[in-house]
């Protein structure tokens, strides 16, 4: 399972790669935030940060870990720089994602994310946990009413894209089904996403993006 690759050339080392290149629909979706809104963006699985990368002033990025190897890994810039070199402010939560976001509204202390990842199915161990109509009612719990959960759903193995879609839509999302393909010029592996919101201006946004 790849959980993320930086590049060691300078001028290429803050760039995006892989799952979340500049030509994937994650990639896509970051790069139509509006400059100057400041963007929460909630991420169930750390990988090595890359997607910290799209980190501006203002903004946070929240990661929720499940491995602490894992977490150690990413925060050593000896290793990766993508935590420690974004603008952004950077959130690491050690835990279950579903659980730790679970006891962020048990506690009061939640506040929706404008963009909501989840990133923990590339590999042939689906944490099935997070599929479950548990797991997408504590999502849409997460996510404000312009928002947007996306669900990366690249795998080998399984087609999980009608089961998130189909989740989705038992809470009122409406979603859409991106692939796209290897663009090495972008440094982007081929990837498929599923974003969903309580907004279908969004999503119909977010279509016309990928067309332009």
């Known amino acids: 399972t790849l959980h993320g690759m930086q590049l060691r050339d300078e001028s290429l080392r803050s760039r995006a790669t892989t799952y979340f290149g500049s030509g994937t629909a994650i990639g896509v979706?970051?790069?139509?935030r509006v400059n100057g809104d400041d963007t929460r963006v909630g991420v169930i699985g750390l990988g090595i940060g890359t997607l910290a990368s799209y980190g501006r002033p203002g903004d946070l990025f929240r990661f929720y870990e499940i491995d602490p190897a894992v977490i150690r890994i990413a925060?050593?810039?000896?290793?990766?720089d993508f935590l420690s070199k974004s603008a952004s402010r950077i959130e690491i939560v050690e835990g279950d994602g579903r659980l730790s976001l679970e006891a962020e509204h048990e506690?009061?202390?939640?506040?929706?994310?404008?963009?909501?990842?989840?990133?923990?199915?590339?590999?042939d161990a689906i944490p099935v946990h997070l599929l479950t109509?548990?797991?997408?009612?504590?999502?849409?719990?997460?996510i404000a009413d312009d928002g947007v959960l996306a669900i990366h759903v690249s795998n080998r193995h399984f087609d999980l894209?009608?089961?998130?879609?189909?989740?989705?839509?038992?809470?009122?999302?409406s979603n859409i089904d991106l692939t796209t393909p290897r663009q090495p010029d972008r440094l982007s592996a081929n990837s498929r996403w599923?974003?969903?919101?309580?907004?279908?201006?969004?999503?119909d946004a977010l279509a016309a993006s990928m067309l332009a």
């Open 29 to 32: 979706l970051m790069k139509t």
């Open 75 to 80: 925060e050593n810039p000896a290793y990766f």
């Open 107 to 123: 506690s009061g202390s939640a506040r929706p994310f404008d963009i909501l990842v989840i990133d923990a199915f590339t590999s």
């Open 133 to 142: 109509q548990e797991a997408f009612e504590i999502y849409r719990r997460s």
């Open 161 to 173: 894209a009608p089961i998130a879609a189909k989740m989705g839509q038992q809470f009122g999302l």
């Open 194 to 203: 599923i974003f969903l919101s309580p907004k279908n201006e969004r999503i």
